[in-house]
């Protein structure tokens, strides 16, 4: 975390510096907004991942998806499915999301845990 923190400062100056110098970017939301923001999405696409898997183990476990087995049949089943590719495809877009997430949250420490090694 030590080493982000050069990496944070250099992102709120220059936010603030296109801030003062670009019309445009007077209307952008500050910094600690944009990281709410991302929280937000990050958070609940984690959600739609695990509510996504939740609801294929219970189809597994009632017998619905048939003979798949492991995470490639279930996404085999399910991309034969109506509106199954793009369940898929969101399920892609969702961990995306959270990875961005989780990778916003160790550069802006959002969750402020602080810069120590612990």
Do not use: C, N
Request: hydrophobic content about 55%; aromatic content about 10%.
């Amino acid at each position: 975390m030590i080493a982000f923190a050069p990496i944070r400062r250099a992102a709120a100056r220059l936010g603030e510096t296109a801030r003062r110098r670009l019309p445009l970017a007077r209307r952008t939301p500050r910094l600690a907004t944009l990281v709410e923001w991302a929280a937000r999405i990050g958070y609940g696409a984690r959600g739609f991942v695990y509510l996504s898997a939740g609801a294929l183990t219970l189809l597994a476990a009632t017998d619905r998806i048939g003979a798949a087995v492991g995470t490639g049949g279930a996404a085999g089943w399910l991309a034969e499915q109506p509106f199954g590719r793009l369940w898929l495809v969101l399920l892609g877009l969702g961990l995306w999301a959270f990875v961005g997430w989780r990778v916003l949250q160790a550069v802006f420490d959002a969750d402020h845990e602080g810069t120590d090694l612990k």
